[in-house]
């Protein structure tokens, strides 16, 4: 599994906003999915959300309505904008191609990016 390089997590407020990214080479170019998970310490891993390279995307209860997930074909690069932040929404994020994705040479795996939202 190759490892991923997220950017954009840190330190929000109830309310806030932040914005995650994503870049995984060669997936504008498959029909699979990238997927955004997060994990509390001491918690099992919890779905967010999913796109596909041609922008079909799913979102889980707890988030939908406040996250947006998007991709840059032209960039490879998958991003989960997240508005009106909870403190329940704090955890350690990271992005995943799904196991489709092995059929066209993709096995990626974001090292993983810390979002705290706390006053």
């Known amino acids: 599994q190759v490892q991923l390089a997220e950017s954009g997590g840190g330190l929000a407020q109830p309310g806030g906003s932040l914005r995650l990214s994503c870049t995984a080479p060669g997936f504008s170019s498959t029909t699979c999915d990238m997927t955004w998970y997060r994990q509390e310490a001491g918690k099992q891993r919890e779905w967010v959300s999913s796109?596909?390279?041609?922008?079909?995307?799913r979102y889980a209860d707890s988030v939908k309505g406040r996250f947006t997930t998007s991709v840059d074909k032209a960039k490879d690069t998958v991003y989960l904008q997240m508005n009106s932040l909870k403190p329940e929404d704090t955890a350690m994020y990271f992005c995943?191609?799904?196991?489709?994705?092995?059929?066209?040479?993709?096995?990626?795996r974001g090292q993983g990016t810390q979002v705290t939202v706390s006053s």
């Open positions: 796109i596909s390279a041609d922008g079909s995307t």
């Open positions: 995943q191609t799904d196991p489709l994705c092995e059929y066209f040479g993709l096995n990626y």
